[in-house]
């Protein structure tokens, strides 16, 4: 099975790129499964139902959030969805879940969606969260994959060390920048700091540019407006093995408006 990872998906840009070429990339790659973090996908913070129901269209499977969930207060029409998954640490009671099982291709495929604590809002202890989910949850699915929406590059390898060999993918998202250490690890998870984004290229991760340098040189801050222009998509392609549900490679994805 070949599942593909979606970067921070920002604004109306990044899904108009997602209903033009989402399909093609699903051929070319022959991607069975799509997951895509759609926590800034609605005017760059949050996510509305249309945004939700855009992505949805375009052929993605499951939407993971992160810490802008609550930012679009009609987020809570939607949260309960089966294919949208917030973080699993946020208080006992709060709406959604942090976990959602799939029957896909006779496959069960775990989604866990977590958000880090290091340089980011409180919340309760991912690491102590997730654990608690795996176990509860892995002698009865096939497959599990881990959403890490956190700023620390530390905090994220961390997860990856921590549940591998327990669950098929542990994949950072959040600085919407990519980075370039994807690896299996040594008892067979596959790891990769940051998937990116996908948004406008000439941008400061996804914000007109010139808004934010005025923010910097001046120490005033201002609302942070989606760039325009063209997108970049980036995202990663995991392919596990039918037979023994084992994750087999990982491979980044980066299309810009100059690939060839």
Known sequence: MRILAIGDIIGSPGRNYLKEHLKEIREKYQIDFIIANGENSSAGLGMEPKAANELFDAGVNVITLGNHTWRKKDILKIIDDNRIVRPINY?????????????????????????????????????????????????????????????????????????????????????????????????????????????????????????????????????????GGEVSFNGILVEINNETNRTESIKRLNITPFSV
Request: with cysteine; proline share 4%.
């Open 91 to 227: 208080l006992p009671n709060t709406a959604g879940s942090g976990c959602r099982i799939i029957s896909f291709q006779e496959k069960k495929i775990a989604v866990i969606n977590a958000v880090g604590r290091v340089y980011m809002e409180p919340v309760s202890n991912p690491f102590v969260e997730v654990n608690k989910k795996v176990n509860e949850i892995k002698d009865t699915v096939d497959i599990i994959i881990v959403d890490f929406h956190a700023e620390a590059t530390s905090e994220k390898i961390a997860m990856g060390y921590y549940l591998d060999g327990r669950v098929n993918l542990v994949y950072g998202t959040h600085t919407h920048v990519q980075t370039a250490d994807e690896k299996i690890l040594s008892k067979g998870t596959a790891y990769i700091t940051d998937i990116g984004m996908t948004g406008p290229y000439d941008s400061v991760i996804g914000a007109d540019k010139f808004v934010i340098m005025n923010s910097f040189s001046t120490e005033i801050p201002e609302k942070k407006p989606v760039a």
